[in-house]
């Protein structure tokens, strides 16, 4: 059996939990008896902790209890994590099981719980999309891939939010067991085997602006007002109503993004909203968000999100493409 161990604390999220925990279970309905995986819950002692949806949880095990023989160890997130220090029993077990377990890791942001245990130095991670610039600024010696769903470096295992805990025990399963039974447990769970591109294709493209009257906030009202005009940056500017050079250094300061790119960044939302949404060809979805042509936003898809419009309207439940 592989043994595997999942470390919980008050305010867990509980989907961070269940969700690798089923998919490990449900292998086992594919593997011979006594090739499967056997997980415990470990906690700081027995007792149960609320998770934050409510329900409780109860560890099978004390940090104390659980200090050895484990073929994987993992810390599930929790919704305060990245505010919060974790609890040193926490932190000190994952120092302990990272030097004695074969492959450890998190999902979601249970990646600041080995941040704090000292186990990022150097190592390329992920986390939940949310989470990712924070948990970059907070541990700057890591790399922090902000648009990959799970990362496998050496033995550290780590990914991205909440659900993406089933993509990263998926792809243990297939590492131990082999893509065939991968593929039978996520046809079980009824989620895809691999997912196509990174976490921006779940996460809002643009993070919120700041005042609503701002210069930037009536540039962007104005972009969206007339996604399919050429939006020259002398033109934004005088909407802005500042000089070409301050709105220049000003915007990219704000955004993070030159004007170029964020009037790309805003196409592609409201052509990912349409995509949702409607059931209206490619071609006219191009047209009314302001690219060149369907081919243009398909490149600018790919590069962005790592699908294909096509792709991303089959993944996210848009109506098919009208006649």
């Given at each position: 059996?592989?043994?595997?161990?999942?470390?919980?604390?008050?305010?867990?999220?509980?989907?961070?939990?269940?969700?690798?925990?089923?998919?490990?279970?449900?292998?086992?309905?594919?593997?011979?008896?006594?090739?499967?995986?056997?997980?415990?819950?470990?906690?700081?002692?027995?007792?149960?902790?609320?998770?934050?949806?409510?329900?409780?949880?109860?560890?099978?095990?004390?940090?104390?209890?659980?200090?050895?023989?484990?073929?994987?160890?993992?810390?599930?997130?929790?919704?305060?994590?990245?505010?919060?220090?974790?609890?040193?029993?926490?932190?000190?077990?994952?120092?302990?099981?990272?030097?004695?377990?074969?492959?450890?890791?998190?999902?979601?942001?249970?990646?600041?719980?080995?941040?704090?245990?000292?186990?990022?130095?150097?190592?390329?991670?992920?986390?939940h999309w949310q989470d990712a610039p924070r948990l970059a600024a907070q541990f700057p010696e890591a790399r922090v891939e902000l648009d990959r769903i799970h990362v496998r470096d050496g033995a550290?295992?780590?990914?991205?939010?909440?659900?993406?805990?089933?993509?990263?025990?998926?792809?243990?399963?297939?590492?131990?067991?082999?893509?065939?039974?991968?593929?039978?447990?996520?046809?079980?769970?009824?989620?895809?085997?691999?997912?196509?591109?990174?976490?921006?294709?779940?996460?809002?493209?643009?993070?919120?602006?700041?005042?609503?009257?701002?210069?930037v906030a009536r540039v962007r009202a104005h972009v969206m007002a007339h996604l399919r005009d050429a939006h020259r940056v002398e033109a934004l500017a005088g909407i802005a109503g500042m000089s070409l050079r301050n709105f220049a250094r000003a915007f990219k300061q704000e955004t993070g993004l030159t004007p170029a790119a964020f009037v790309e960044s805003l196409r592609l939302d409201a052509a990912r909203n349409r995509l949702e949404a409607s059931g209206l060809a490619l071609k006219v979805v191009a047209h009314e968000c302001g690219f060149t042509s369907a081919e243009h936003m398909r490149l600018v898809f790919v590069r962005s999100l790592g699908v294909t419009p096509s792709q991303y309207r089959a993944s996210f439940g848009g109506p098919a493409p009208n006649a």
């Open positions: 059996m592989t043994s595997v161990a999942l470390a919980i604390f008050p305010d867990v999220q509980a989907l961070d939990v269940a969700g690798p925990l089923d998919a490990f279970m449900e292998a086992n309905r594919f593997i011979g008896e006594g090739w499967g995986y056997a997980v415990t819950l470990v906690g700081a002692d027995r007792a149960p902790v609320r998770a934050s949806n409510g329900m409780l949880i109860t560890p099978d095990a004390s940090f104390d209890e659980a200090c050895s023989g484990f073929d994987l160890a993992l810390v599930a997130g929790g919704p305060s994590l990245p505010a919060t220090v974790p609890d040193p029993r926490l932190t000190g077990w994952l120092a302990a099981m990272a030097v004695r377990c074969p492959r450890y890791g998190s999902i979601c942001n249970g990646a600041f719980a080995l941040g704090h245990a000292g186990l990022l130095d150097g190592r390329t991670v992920t986390t550290l295992v780590t990914s991205a939010g909440v659900t993406a805990g089933i993509d990263l025990a998926l792809a243990l399963i297939q590492e131990d067991h082999g893509g065939e039974v991968a593929l039978a447990v996520a046809r079980r769970l009824v989620v895809v085997a691999q997912r196509q591109g990174g976490q921006s294709q779940f996460s809002p493209f643009l993070t919120p602006l700041g005042k609503p009257d701002s210069p």
